[in-house]
Structure formats: structure tokens, C-alpha cells
């Protein structure tokens, strides 16, 4: 009880200055890259001594616009503002090259990018996300700082300790951004009935709640109760409305297994996703934009290896350069995946016998290549396709798929995205042949990790890992 009495009300004053400085810093954050990027271009202008005409002024506008839509990093509950430094680098990295390519896009359509000199441009290019991936850093910096003062932090105080309560007051203990203090839980039952531990502070029963809520100036209630003694859910919250706090209901959702969950408000009515993709609307176009920025590049750069590779596997032994596969894609639709031959056999029927260490079906040329995972560039042509993604869950066979699907819960889940050449589990060491249940179990959970966790900045990560650990996997074989 002394923890919550020892907030006393002078606290609330600074209040009001905290929202208008954090309101502040996240609208420079929001409009900081275009005036950099805008900024940065005049005068690099000035600099290299050329006049500005009509045509950059145009420019600038479109940069401007660009950069408040594009540049903008999205926050969601899991902000990356606690997320590291090399997350916000890469983020704005990322959306840096997808602004250079609509307007060189823009450029090459309209036939501009002739009234552009190019050293301006190119250096503007250079260095203008040096500039503000700077002060992203700093600004960021700054609002950490803030929202973790412990001063700044809105007190709050629980109605009935469950699971999803506990819970949620663990993890806004573990997040200062949310800048919210749990000051103790209310409930009818004893510590003994509840069998909690140390980490919960009980302060009285649900009838003490509303008295205290008024006394001690707490600012948000949160309500984990049973719907179905609504009666009682009621009269709680209309006692609570006699106060300044701010009320949220709590739905003991948890129990579920979720994935992407988000309140949504359909034609009025709420509903809660409990299992969605995580690729919708600008998102998908974001993943489907990068998979192309990056596939394209590495298909010219690389073709001439190709070409070499697929000289080899003809010459190697008989049968086709490219294997192709049955498997589930997206939304569990059979597609066709593209591999070159490493075995002296084409299996692809209702039952497929997994590739082991020292699998006499391995071709010399076979054996090489799936050493260094060199049979899976063909699968670039899938990404251009559509049909997969650099990064996601990779698809096994069909013949596996139906097996697993019976064994383990929640297998298809990972078909709610495109699969992926490389993914969360084969970075973590989950790759090559399953023997055990428990193997094909630890892929799944990485695969439905990823769904739950998906980000461009993530998807870049894996990618990283991956180039890093093809060249000293021990289970590549």
C-alpha cells in the first residue's frame, strides 16, 4: 500500500508538458527525413554551384512527399525503439533504396532525370541517409530517454489477477515506452487461493478498488474479470467512471495460441484477430518490393555461376539440370519449386524419402553443390515469380506436409505466408533431415515465431545470417 500512497498528486503535474514534448519529439520524427532529405539536396545545390530550376523544385516536392510516407518508421506496441540501434539503421536504409528507386523510376518514365547533373544527385544519394539516420538515432535517443523516466510514468492498478493480467503487468514492467506504472492488483481472492508469487502486490478486495482508484490519483484501470459475471463487471466500471481514470476491459484471449493478433473495428462492430497473416496491405507490397530489389541484382550478378553450375550437372550424370517439385506455397496451394539436380533419382510422389548424410542418390556434383546450398538458386526464379519469398518458411513436400499436418498443431499456420529460400529456423541450426518429431516441432515454432515477429528489418537479418552461415553450416549436406 505505501508503494501506491507514495505517488503522491504532484506528479500528475508535469503531465501535460510530458505529452506535448513526447507529441513533439514523434512529429519531428515523422517530418525530420524530409527536411533533411530536401534540405540536404538545395544545397548540395548551393555547393556544387548549380542554379536551381522548375525541375527541382518539382523534385524536391516529390522527395518531400516521399520521405513522409516512406521514411516514416511505424511504431506498434512492440516499438523498435527499444529494438537497438542496428535495427533503426537498417530500417532506414531500406526505405532509403525504395525512395531512390520510384524516383528514378518517376525520372526515367518522364524523361527528367536528363535535367538532374549527375554528381549532385549521386552524392545526394550517398549521403543523405547518413544525415538522417543521425537524427533518427538522436531523436530516438531522446524520446527513450523520456518515456523511461520513471517520473513521466501514468500510474495504473488491475481488476482481478489472471493469467493475462500477470502478464500484462510483467511486460509493461519490462517496457518503459508504454510509460505505465502498475501500482497492485484488486481481487475477492486471497494470495493463498491465487497462488501467486512475490511479484504480485495485492491491495484489497474489488469493493476497495474504486476508493483507492480516486485517492491516490491512479490514471488507468485496467479490468482482467470473467464476462460472465457481468453484473459485477458492470458496477465496477461504472464505480470507476466516478474517477479520472482511463478504463480498459481485458479479454482473457491468452489462452490462445496468437498470431498477428489486432483489434479491428468492422462496420462498427470490434473484433479481435487471433490469427492473421502479417503481410496485408502496404506490408505485403513492402515485402513483395524488397524480394524483387534484392532478387533481380543477385539473378545478373550471379547468372553467369548459374549457367556454370547447370554445364556441370549435365555433364555430371544423366537426367535434367533442374529438379522440379511439388509443395505447398501460400495459403497451402501446391506450387512448383526449382532446385538443380543433386541426386541420380527425381522423387516427387505421395511418399519422399528425406536426403540423409552420405546419401548414396547423391551425384558428385550433387554432393558439392548442396554442401554450399548452391542447388537452391534456382529458387530466385520462384521469388520473381511470386510464388516464393526470400525469407519465410521453407516449404517442404507435399508427401511431408501431409504427414505433419496430422502430427503437429498448428502446421499449416506457416502457409499463411510466401515460403522462403532461407528462414528463422534453418538460421537457428533447424535445417537438413528431421528423424525425430521433436526436430520438425522446433522448425514449426521458428516458422510461427516468424509470423508473429515479421519485419523488414528481421527478413534482412535472416538474409545476413544466412550468407554468414552457408559457408560453415555442419548440417549442409
Known sequence: MEEATGMNSAALVPKTDFAIAVSGLVTMQSFAPAVIAVSSLYGLLGLFDVRPG???????????????????????????????????????????????????????????????????????????????????????????????????ARKAVIAGCTDSSVALARRLHGQNEFC????????????????????????????????????????????????????????LVDELRDSTASI?????????????????????????????????????????????????????????????????????????????????????????????????????????????RGDARFTRVGRFLRRYSLDELPQLINVLQGRMSLVGPRPHTVAHNELYRKLIKGYMLRHKVLPG??????VNGLRGETRELEQMEARVRYDLEYLRCWSLELDLEILARTAVRVLNDSKAF
Open 54 to 152: 522548375p525541375y527541382f523544385h518539382s523534385m524536391a516536392l516529390v522527395v518531400a512527399l516521399l520521405a513522409i510516407t516512406v521514411l516514416r518508421i511505424p511504431r506498434t506496441a512492440t516499438s523498435q525503439l527499444f529494438g537497438g540501434n542496428f535495427a533503426v539503421v537498417i530500417a532506414v536504409a531500406v526505405r532509403w533504396l525504395i525512395v531512390l528507386a520510384v524516383l528514378f523510376a518517376l525520372g526515367y518514365v518522364s524523361g527528367f532525370s536528363l535535367h538532374y547533373p549527375r554528381r549532385v544527385i549521386l552524392t545526394w544519394a550517398v549521403f543523405t541517409p547518413a544525415l538522417i539516420i543521425c537524427a533518427s538515432l538522436v531523436l530516438q535517443e531522446l524520446l527513450r530517454r523520456m518515456l523511461c523516466d520513471p517520473a513521466n
Open 180 to 235: 505505465i506504472s502498475i501500482a497492485g492488483f484488486f481481487d475477492d481472492r486471497g494470495r493463498d487461493r491465487l497462488k501467486v508469487n512475490g511479484e504480485v502486490s495485492l491491495l484489497g478486495t474489488l469493493t476497495d478498488m474504486p476508493e483507492f482508484v480516486r485517492r491516490n490519483g491512479i490514471e488507468v484501470a485496467f479490468v482482467a474479470l470473467p464476462i460472465r459475471p457481468v453484473s459485477r463487471v458492470m458496477e
Open 248 to 356: 480498459y476491459y481485458l479479454p482473457d484471449i491468452h489462452v490462445f495460441d496468437l498470431i498477428q493478433s489486432r483489434g479491428e473495428v468492422l462496420d462498427g462492430i470490434p473484433v479481435i484477430s487471433m490469427c492473421e497473416t502479417p503481410f496485408h496491405g502496404h506490408r505485403a507490397a513492402a515485402k513483395r518490393l524488397t524480394d524483387l530489389l534484392l532478387t533481380i541484382p543477385l539473378l545478373l550478378l550471379i547468372s553467369p555461376l548459374m549457367l556454370a553450375i547447370a554445364l556441370a550437372v549435365r555433364l555430371g550424370s544423366p537426367g535434367p539440370v533442374v529438379f522440379r517439385q511439388r509443395r505447398y506455397g501460400l495459403n497451402g496451394e501446391e506450387i512448383i519449386v526449382y532446385k538443380f539436380r543433386t541426386m541420380s533419382v527425381v522423387e516427387d510422389g505421395p511418399v519422399t524419402e528425406q536426403a540423409t
Open 421 to 426: 529460400i532461407t528462414g528463422l529456423a534453418q
